[in-house]
């Protein structure tokens, strides 16, 4: 008897092994012309965007279940080259990048997730989200029928895939990925390259398909996606989008909830009313999967930012915001949305809507089947408010807004109707935290210095820095007779310097001399005024600054960027000099870099200035001081409000670059919600820093003795910085 109840036992045992195996392996996702089918299941999706890069692991586990409460079923992320392999063959899977984690917690959670693996990102991220080295190997062009960029893309692309199929993260294993991405809005470069840019389609969608992931691929914004490849819709509105077989469902891969914002511009916002509004015209007409982009935007830590003078902060105005943050009324008002579509999913997913005009700019969409009702009742008019009569009930719809009835009765939700009590965080000064700086003064390098690299002109930036820095020193010498007219008139010449951009600080002799900028809109610069030159041997030192590489466009790797000239010298004897050909020495970052001045080893390298002798409003300073966290769970930021430009360093982590004397201009007036949104339509803070304060990751403090190191460029009063608390 004995026996038999063991083997009784161990059989039931291997039955429910076998059916729990069973049924991870046999879990699909498949889809019609209607939607996504879940292990056979039709399913209306609402997703958000957290790209895990612009977080902290601490921060994970929040932002996931905030984004679970709020509604969404899908987390969808890209995957960023440039962070996991920063060297040829040498990946990073740790820290911000442990992306096997930040999907395992989005399975915990109970969640789907979206791999948008590309591995070409867009994304505002530095280079576009390749790594740099990428640019280097003999023969490469990106993005296009060639050897070289094919064979690297596949390496990584099958490395990313065997990662996540060795943790079984795929929904064919079990896992949480329902969709993955190859490429991204490929189809405007397609286009305009032609035959090659068809080639490379074919190669990239033959490759990724040779990867057996088990679940749909997905290609946004290309309409030439071949079959089996779903092809999407990226954009403000996507209600008319149709995929490019009617046997495939439609999808908003990116709903653009605000926008970036880039230093010297204004901080862009996107009224909830007009973002709902864009959700339930896509879900109307017959959408069945819409994702927010960004949900949560976070930061752009470190040197990532990119489409040059992007800013460090990525807020994106996102239902969370940079911090984490719930950010009110979007949060709750898409939650409400998101309920009510929830509510009438038996009939979205069982029924195609039939549509009727019961007047101008108005719409009804019922979808009704032998079981289920749902209506959407629709006011186009961005000026006026109108009644709507469905099956002999009045309906009030204000201008520019949806109804939703999810039994074809009951209004639950209207997109521009916000019940949510709306709150603004406020940035409150940590009081229990005070800072004693010290500062470091960078020395201005010359052409005479021993480790400069002499080459016969002028050469391009990144070819000599390869990204490791933001600077390179251009320096050359000048010799001036002392019989020059200028010398005797005091008519100083004119030093003019043609730059590919971002921006350049120019020393003559060891002192500043002037700074230039460029922007977003034009990253070219030139400097042109008068320097005082003395008679016999000018020490000419540039110092050319790149505020993020470009991340988008065609062949974007060919963007050349630093002094390529030409640089003259104008009121001189002979009339203008052309320095452009002479003799020019480079030395790549600054001193503080190379000695690690952000670290703790590195900032005891050097004798350190404080009290009456700190150097203030002084070009080229490092700045240094300890702090300990302060108690509680508020997030945290630094005001950088009287620094210029440069670069926010605690505990050797990069907060990012900051650039507070930026002051944004643009359109900052009134915001009317109703009417075709752009990305210039609504903005904040002009007149005022893009950005002026800098999140500081709670999870990369100590409770006592962090070190922050502050390089400021331009000259700022490090005596003004503060330790702020985020607070709703």
């Not at 007009?274 to 949560?296: E, K, T």
């Not at 002192?511 to 030139?526: A, I």
């Not at 190191?709 to 331009?714: D, H, K």
Request: charged residues 20%.
């Amino acid at each position: 008897m004995w026996r038999i109840k063991n083997i009784v036992l161990v059989f039931i045992a291997l039955w429910v092994l076998l059916d729990s195996s069973s049924s991870s392996v046999s879990a699909s996702v498949t889809y019609d012309g209607k939607s996504l089918i879940i292990n056979g299941q039709r399913r209306i999706l609402i997703s958000g965007s957290i790209h895990y890069p612009r977080s902290t692991p601490e921060m994970w586990p929040d932002l996931i279940q905030k984004a679970k409460n709020g509604g969404l079923d899908v987390i969808q992320t890209y995957v960023f080259w440039s962070g996991h392999e920063p060297s040829p063959g040498k990946y990073n899977f740790e820290g911000r990048y442990d992306l096997v984690n930040f999907l395992k917690l989005i399975q915990q959670a109970g969640l789907y997730a979206h791999l948008r693996i590309g591995p070409y990102v867009c994304a505002e991220w530095n280079f576009g989200g390749f790594p740099v080295w990428l640019k280097y190997i003999p023969g490469i062009e990106f993005r296009t029928d060639n050897e070289p960029f094919k064979d690297a893309m596949q390496k990584f692309t099958e490395k990313i895939v065997q990662l996540m199929k060795s943790e079984n993260l795929f929904q064919s294993q079990g896992g949480p990925i329902i969709l993955s991405q190859i490429e991204n809005e490929y189809g405007p470069i397609e286009w305009e390259i032609g035959a090659p840019g068809k080639a490379y389609t074919k190669w990239f969608s033959q490759m990724a398909l040779g990867l057996n992931t088990g679940v749909p691929w997905v290609m946004c914004k290309q309409e030439t996606a071949p079959d089996p490849f779903i092809d999407t819709c990226n954009g403000f509105y996507c209600e008319n989008f149709k995929p490019n077989k009617a046997n495939k469902p439609k999808m908003f891969t990116e709903n653009w909830t605000g926008w970036y914002t880039a230093f010297g511009g204004p901080v862009p916002y996107r009224p909830v009313e007009d973002l709902a509004y864009s959700v339930a015209r896509f879900i109307q007409n017959n959408g069945s999967f819409v994702n927010y982009y960004m949900y949560h935007g976070g930061t752009n830590f470190g040197r990532t930012s990119a489409g040059m003078f992007i800013a460090t902060s990525y807020d994106y105005d996102a239902p969370l915001d940079e911090y984490g943050l719930i950010r009110e009324p979007k949060w709750s008002h898409l939650r409400n949305m998101h309920k009510a579509i929830k509510q009438a999913e038996p009939a979205l997913i069982s029924a195609y809507p039939t549509v009727s005009w019961p007047g101008k700019n108005l719409e009804v969409h019922v979808f009704q089947s032998k079981t289920a009702c749902a209506a959407f009742l629709a006011n186009y008019n961005p000026d006026t408010s109108a009644t709507v009569t469905f099956w002999n009930k009045p309906y009030s719809l204000p201008a520019w807004s949806v109804s939703i009835l999810p039994d074809c009765k009951t209004e639950v939700f209207n997109t521009a109707k916000v019940v949510s009590k709306s709150g603004e965080a406020k940035m409150v000064p940590a009081s229990d935290v005070s800072f004693s700086w010290q500062s470091y003064v960078e020395q201005t390098v010359s052409a005479d210095d021993g480790d400069t690299l002499a080459m016969k002109g002028l050469r391009e930036q990144i070819n000599l820095t390869r990204d490791s820095s933001d600077y390179l020193w251009y320096l050359t010498n000048v010799n001036i007779s002392p019989d020059e007219g200028f010398l005797k008139n005091k008519q100083n010449p004119q030093l003019t310097i043609m730059s590919a951009g971002h921006a350049i600080h120019v020393f003559i002799n060891g002192k500043v001399s002037g700074t230039v900028y460029g922007s977003l809109e034009n990253t070219r610069v030139t400097f042109s005024d008068s320097v005082n030159l003395v008679a016999g041997i000018n020490k000419i030192s540039l110092l050319s600054v790149t505020v993020g590489l470009p991340n988008v466009g065609l062949h974007f790797e060919r963007n050349n960027t630093g002094i390529l000239g030409p640089v003259t010298l104008k009121g001189l004897n002979e009339g203008t000099r052309d320095l452009t050909q002479q003799q020019w020495s480079y030395k790549v970052g600054l001193k503080g870099e190379s000695l690690s001045l952000d670290t703790v080893n590195g900032a005891s390298s050097v004798e350190w200035i404080e009290g009456s002798l700190l150097a203030q409003k002084q070009p080229l300073t490092w700045y240094k001081a300890t702090f300990d966290e302060p108690t509680g769970n508020d997030p945290l930021a630094f005001d950088m409000k009287t620094m210029g430009k440069g670069e926010i360093w605690v505990n050797g982590q990069s907060i990012g670059r900051h650039w507070p004397a930026n002051i944004a201009s643009g359109n900052c007036g009134d915001c009317n919600y109703a009417g075709i949104f752009t990305d210039h339509k609504c903005g904040r803070y002009c007149g005022e820093s893009s950005q002026r304060w800098y999140h500081v990751p709670r999870g990369w403090l100590k409770s006592t003795g962090n070190l922050v190191v502050v390089l400021e460029e331009w000259g700022g009063d490090p005596t003004g910085i503060s330790l702020v608390r985020r607070q709703l």
